[in-house]
RNA sequence: GCCGGCGUAGCUCAACCGGUAGAGCAACCGCCUUGUAAGCGGUAGGUUGCGGGUUCAAAUCCCGCCGCUGGCUCCA
């Protein structure tokens, strides 16, 4: 017999039994279980005492397992199919799956409904996932006619691998595996697209097909719901009904902004203006364009040249900024500078553009030109845990408690291709990672992204699809200031080499505004609302009182508009809410006679009768409180 | 940059297998003078992204380019 601790209780099964079998009395749910830690199949027989830990398909766990198995369904369904395809990985990925094939002819969209109708067949046949264990030489005599099937196999440490089959196909994997397909009850595959082999661009580009998988159909659904959804709020297609920006073939990835977009911008640096002068910032601005001399002096000659445009002036080359660093030390070294001052902390809203892959541009989330909200933090070492500590914090005021953003941290590490010796990389790195272990911040190490002169601290916002964007960044430079010779006088009287740290908090304004769009549903909180306010009248004869109102409004710092088209009142109503405008004032004979204003709000409808000073306090107070709807 | 998809009126979209471009909304004009999410009628608007080719005939098929887009690679 062999003793089993599960999570509630303690059980005794004959040596030699399957997890399945002690699963069909325990827990019918399962597919797949937790044994001494470890994920493994319900065929997996029991031969010592162990602790286990069934998994059903609504756990996290088990819906990793769900969708790596559907991905292995699906690879089936290719090779009947498409008989010669060359398969690469198939993992299990947020909400589905993907796997890479290579065959010679593209997928079509015929080709995907195909595919699952192969899968359904696939999936109602039911067949069991067996897993086997073998050498690698005999691994590699079932998977060595497939290039890449043989370079996995190659590159696994162990000398053992396992495989798994369901029916005639066979795949390579570490399982585990759902017991049979027929556990698999709802996905759809839902695009296909072009992927590096092993993410190398030097290396063969394979078809890519992705899906989504669930435990139930229902679940399946929402979510396809709520992509559609999500797509109406997309900030480009916002962007466009509220007339925020616009981007034209012209200039592709150089982003326009509208009236009403740079009212939003305006309010937004007018907010980050307030918050850096609180915490001590200064407010510099460098030049756009700067001598071709002073890039090769930092390093980015090297380092960013593929990304930078240049351009001749009187037969001398110059760069257009794709960092503001540059500038920053030359502003430092104006002058000499004492420890006393220190941290010197130096902002700049910057405009700098960057030549990116013309396949990469989206919206205003990445383009060739942006306005990053700088600054440049010059200090004395021991000040350096301190003044990160102090970021994070601005960054955290920002981000969550004013906009109430969810976001992820991840701590970057030396890249390949960068400057500097190790000692430096690694003084800087732990430095780094002490600050966010002392506020026990949560972080991923990303190792070999950081920037080519120094480590860096990046914090990532979702879009409306889920997608991350990294918007704020801290980045440690030690190397800077060493190639540009920064001093500083010492306490001593000698001169020493400063630190420095490079950071923005929205990261880019324009990348800000797309977060800030899909955020809100275009709905902005009333601090931030282009328009506040539009009166509408009922009748051409309110049309003196309104244009008086707007008048009144306006000059409390009211931002208003009137509507005084000759239209029904509920034409005038919906095409307000449908821009999103916080407040709507419907003027009629009522509000001339009474002089009190009916008040309507985006989101709880009429508010009722009230006086003018009511309104504007009311308006102020919101507008103060930064709150939203 | 690479792989796939897409590009028709200001916007959203239609036009069977090639037969010569149409609807709603918006705009403009008029009627209605209107009370909390779409009143009615009319007018105008297109070298179908650009350039070639095939064909008696191309929005439709083929080639090249540009742009957008989903990914990959790269980054705020």
Redesign the pocket.
């Given at each position: 017999m062999v003793e089993l601790v599960l999570p509630e209780e303690k059980v005794q099964f004959p040596r030699g039994t399957t997890l399945g079998q002690v699963a069909e009395t325990l827990a019918p749910a399962a597919v797949a279980a937790r044994v001494n830690g470890r994920l493994v199949d319900l065929t997996y027989p029991l031969v010592e005492d162990a602790e286990v830990e069934f998994i059903t398909d609504g756990s996290p766990e088990g819906l990793e397992i769900l969708r790596h198995s559907t991905a292995h369904v699906m690879a089936q369904a290719v090779k009947r199919l498409f008989p010669g395809t060359r398969f690469g990985i198939g993992p299990a990925i947020e909400n589905g799956f993907y796997y890479d094939f290579d065959l010679p002819e593209?997928?079509?969209?015929d080709d995907l409904t195909r595919i699952e109708e192969e899968m359904k067949k696939i999936i109602e046949a039911d067949l069991p996932f067996k897993r086997q264990e073998l050498g690698k030489e005999e691994a590699l005599e079932i998977f060595g006619g497939d290039v890449y099937k043989k370079e996995l196999i190659e590159d696994l440490p162990d000398e053992s691998v396992s495989i798994y089959s369901q029916g005639e196909f066979v795949d390579l994997c570490r399982g585990p595996h759902l017991p049979s397909t027929g556990y698999i009850k709802a996905f759809k595959l839902v695009?296909?697209?072009?992927?590096?082999w092993r993410?190398?661009?030097s290396r063969p580009?394979l078809?890519?097909i992705?899906g989504v998988a669930f435990p139930t159909q229902e679940e399946l659904a929402d979510h396809l719901h709520m992509l559609e959804e999500a797509a109406k709020r997309?900030h480009?297609?916002l962007g466009?009904?509220l007339d925020l920006f616009s981007?034209h073939?012209e200039g592709?990835?150089f982003p326009f902004f509208h009236p009403k977009g740079m009212v939003l911008r305006n309010l937004l640096e007018d907010f980050w203006r307030e918050v850096h002068i609180k915490r001590g910032y200064k407010e510099i601005k460098t030049p756009i364009i700067l001598s071709e001399q002073l890039w090769r002096q930092s390093g980015h000659w090297d380092h960013y040249k593929d990304?930078m445009y240049f351009t001749t002036i009187d037969d001398a080359t110059y760069a257009i900024k794709p960092m503001n660093c540059p500038g920053a030390m030359l502003v430092y070294k104006e002058r000499l500078h004492s420890y006393r001052e220190f941290p010197l902390r130096l902002a700049e809203m910057g405009l700098v553009h960057?030549h990116?892959?013309?396949?990469?541009?989206?919206?205003l989330?990445?383009?060739?030109c942006?306005t990053?909200d700088d600054a440049h933090i010059f200090m004395l070492p021991s000040q350096i845990k301190d003044e990160i500590s102090g970021i994070i914090d601005l960054v955290d005021y920002v981000y969550r408690q004013v906009f109430g953003f969810e976001y992820r941290v991840e701590l970057s590490t030396r890249?390949e291709n960068s400057m500097g010796s190790d000692e430096v990389w690694e003084r800087a790195t732990t430095a780094l990672k002490e600050a966010l272990e002392e506020r026990g911040m949560e972080y991923t190490i990303n190792e070999g992204?950081g920037?080519f002169y120094g480590p860096?601290i990046?914090f990532h916002l979702r879009d409306c699809?889920g997608?991350t964007?990294?918007?704020?960044?801290i980045?440690l430079d030690f190397l800077m200031p060493e190639r540009f010779d920064l001093v500083y006088v010492g306490e001593d009287g000698e001169r020493h080499r400063p630190v420095m740290i490079h950071r923005?908090v929205l990261?880019?304004i324009?990348?800000f505004i797309g977060i800030l769009i899909e955020h809100y549903a275009g709905a902005f909180p009333l601090w931030l609302a282009p328009v506040q306010v539009r009166v509408l009248t009922?009748?051409?004869?309110h049309v003196e009182h309104a244009s008086a109102l707007e008048q009144k409004m306006s000059e409390a710092g009211i931002r208003v508009e009137t509507d005084l088209?000759?239209?029904?009142?509920?034409?005038k109503?919906?095409e307000a809410?449908?821009h999103q405008i916080p407040y709507?004032v419907?003027?009629?004979?009522?509000?001339?006679e009474s002089g009190t204003l009916?008040?309507?709000h985006?989101r709880q409808?009429?508010l009722g009768a009230m006086s003018l000073e009511e309104f504007i306090e009311r308006v102020e107070n919101e507008t103060r409180s930064k709150q939203g709807d």
């Open positions: 593209p997928f079509s969209s695009n296909v697209a072009g992927a590096y993410g190398d661009s580009m078809q890519r992705y997309d480009r297609r466009k009904e981007i073939e592709p990835g990304n960057r990116e892959l013309s396949g990469v541009l989206h919206g989330m990445r383009v060739r942006f990053q890249p992204d920037a860096k990046d699809l997608r964007w990294q918007c704020g960044t980045q923005v990261g880019s324009e990348r009922v009748g051409e004869r088209r000759s239209e029904k009142v509920g034409y109503i919906r809410q449908v709507m419907v003027v009629g004979d009522k509000e001339v009916s008040i309507r985006r409808g009429d």
